[in-house]
């Protein structure tokens, strides 16, 4: 089965509003790496997390390795984060190897 | 501190043609992937170098496929004989160890 499991698949938020977005995992890591990409973008590096919260202006991620769930929230959202969110697990074996989610998609209306 | 660069930023095939990408990656990162990212879905790993060597090449169609990495620092990823399953935009990726630093990729569209 999936190895990493994001919900929601999308998002539509007014500007303003807060979300949290999950990453469920069934195998052991090292850390979990969130990015955002842009239609046809490349991917921007969020945060890499390997336990615990870290916090980056308006953006939270949180990874708790006993329930094998890391989450990104989003505070105060803006029609500029519209895009899509992607969770990448590294393996804790082999040469830190990222499983990627199939991301959340986010819309953020004025 | 420049970032992972690629190129070409995109190419169109037909089906058949050979292509080849190209990435450099940070000075000084001992690691380089390169991952595959089908329209909708999240990137898959396609293979990955620590310096010259190939660590893991197993998602590699190697029939069709190949990379290179040939003085441990840029490396070229090579499609001989594109089918239209390829479409895809090709990442390139590298890291000290840890958190991975992506480029901008190659969007390849094979008719």
């Known amino acids: 089965g999936q190895q990493v499991q994001q919900s929601p698949a999308s998002l539509v938020l007014q500007e303003g509003e807060n979300a949290e977005l999950q990453c469920n995992f069934s195998?052991?890591?090292?850390?979990m790496q969130w990015f955002y990409q842009r239609p046809g973008g490349s991917l921007v590096s969020l945060f890499y997390?390997?336990?615990g919260t870290k916090h980056s202006g308006r953006l939270t991620s949180t990874t708790v390795i006993k329930e094998r769930r890391s989450s990104l929230h989003i505070s105060s959202s803006q029609t500029t984060d519209s895009g899509t969110y992607l969770c990448?697990?590294?393996?804790?074996?082999?040469?830190?190897?990222?499983?990627f989610g199939i991301g959340t998609r986010v819309l953020v209306r004025p | 501190e420049a970032g992972v660069t690629q190129s070409p930023r995109y190419a169109v095939l037909q089906e058949g043609q050979a292509v080849s990408f190209w990435c450099d990656p940070i000075?000084?990162?001992?690691?380089l992937y390169w991952y595959q990212q089908p329209r909708d879905q999240g990137p898959q790993l396609l293979v990955y170098?620590?310096?010259?060597?190939?660590?893991?090449n197993s998602q590699l169609p190697s029939d069709r496929f190949s990379a290179v990495r040939p003085k441990g620092t840029n490396s070229t990823l090579k499609i001989q004989s594109a089918k239209q399953g390829d479409t895809a935009t090709y990442l390139c990726?590298?890291?000290?160890?840890?958190?991975?630093?992506f480029g901008p990729g190659t969007r390849l569209t094979v008719l």
């Open positions: 000075s000084g990162h001992d690691t």
């Open positions: 990726a590298s890291s000290p160890g840890g958190e991975q630093y």
């Open positions: 195998t052991s890591l090292n850390s």
């Open positions: 990448a697990l590294e393996h804790n074996s082999a040469g830190n190897k990222l499983t």
């Open positions: 997390n390997p336990s």
């Open positions: 170098f620590r310096d010259e060597a190939v660590i893991d």
